[in-house]
């Protein structure tokens, strides 16, 4: 199975910082290979949204709304994904999901960490 366990969520004033962190763990790491792990928001009232996403080799993708913000980082042996988020926004006030995509296994999600950004 698999565990994935969100880090880090917490209310930031506009402007600030706030890096979110999901360990993922299971014995479905010892059967399968990561194909992408990923963060994914979503607010109230709307569909959820790609924010950033790394493949196991190291490629990342961005909504154009953060390029340039956020960062995305993995470690491929510990199956931890980190996303540094800077100059937050209060329009990204929203939960925060991690994304763990399997080759033939498919995906699997966190429960999700709020992140709040006051005005």
């Known amino acids: 199975q698999v565990q994935l366990v969100e880090s880090g969520g917490g209310l930031v004033q506009a402007g600030g910082s706030l890096r979110l962190s999901c360990a993922a763990s299971g014995s479905i790491f010892s059967t399968f290979r990561v194909n992408i792990m990923g963060w994914y928001r979503q607010a109230p009232g709307k569909q959820r949204e790609l924010v950033a996403s790394i493949s196991d080799g190291g490629s990342t993708n961005y909504a154009d709304s953060v390029k340039g913000r956020f960062t995305i980082s993995r470690d491929s042996v510990k199956n931890t994904v980190t996303l540094q988020m800077n100059n937050l926004q209060p329009e990204e006030t929203a939960v925060y999901y991690c994304?763990?995509?399997?080759?033939?296994?498919?995906?699997?999600w966190g429960q999700g960490t709020q992140v709040t950004v006051s005005s």
């Open positions: 994304n763990c995509r399997f080759f033939v296994a498919g995906d699997y």
